[in-house]
């Protein structure tokens, strides 16, 4: 994780793929703990780590 931009007013931060599911996976798993917004951010974190995941599977002997 990285801060890349802090004022006032907002923080920019750049995390890593391989640390999203450590951030996200306790906070889901203790939601009843943390507030809206925490669990809005985690949600879109956990969102962004499934969509940087390749889902494409080659269908089987697609060449033969």
Same mark, same amino acid.
């Given at each position: 994780?990285?801060? !890349? =931009? @802090? &004022?006032? $007013?907002? !923080?920019? /931060? *750049? +995390? &890593?793929? @391989? &640390?999203? #599911?450590? /951030?996200?996976?306790?906070? /889901?798993?203790? #939601?009843?703990?943390? #507030?809206?917004?925490? %669990?809005?951010?985690?949600? %879109?974190? #956990?969102? $962004? &780590?499934? *969509?940087?995941?390749?889902? +494409?599977? $080659?269908?089987? =002997?697609? +060449?033969?």
């Amino acid at each position: 994780m990285e801060v !890349i =931009h @802090k &004022d006032d $007013q907002s !923080i920019t /931060i *750049r +995390f &890593d793929k @391989k &640390d999203l #599911a450590k /951030i996200v996976e306790p906070i /889901i798993k203790n #939601a009843e703990v943390f #507030a809206k917004d925490t %669990l809005d951010i985690a949600y %879109l974190l #956990a969102k $962004q &780590d499934y *969509r940087t995941e390749d889902h +494409f599977k $080659q269908p089987p =002997h697609i +060449f033969d």
